[in-house]
Nanobody, 118 residues
Framework: VQLQASGGGLVQAGGSLRLSCVAS????????MAWFRRGPGNEPEFLAS????????VYADSVKGRFTISSDNPKNTLYLQMNSLKADDTALYYC????????????WGQGTLVTVSS
């Protein structure tokens, strides 16, 4: 699976951004997709995941109610809608994928930078 993330940028606190991740290479129905982020000096943080074939989602408490993960299956695209952004959301955002039943994410996009100014 190849993943290509985009949509990052500079936004003011309180603003919104939508990230996109185009997946290619294999049958995406067999995968769980996710968004992670890594802030300066921090470990990667799980944000949200989505089961491609049925749309089941899971969110981290830190973003629940502000971020929404979704997919456009015919376009093989994963999204992360981010609202009410805070300075603490500044990070490099990654999309990732793993086969259903796998414990760890095996495939990673290149990351897209989100900077929130206060």
């Amino acid at each position: 699976v190849q993943l290509q993330a985009s949509g990052g940028g500079l936004v003011q606190a309180g603003g919104s951004l939508r990230l996109s991740c185009v997946a290619s290479g294999r049958n995406n129905n067999n995968y769980i997709m996710a968004w992670f982020r890594r802030g300066p000096g921090n470990e990667p943080e799980f944000l949200a995941s989505l089961v491609w074939y049925n749309g089941f989602t899971v969110y981290a408490d830190s973003v629940k109610g502000r971020f929404t993960i979704s997919s456009d299956n015919p376009k093989n695209t994963l999204y992360l809608q981010m609202n009410s952004l805070k300075a603490d959301d500044t990070a490099l955002y990654y999309c990732a994928a793993k086969p259903r039943g796998s414990a760890s994410y095996r495939y990673w996009g290149q990351g897209t930078l989100v900077t929130v100014s206060s």
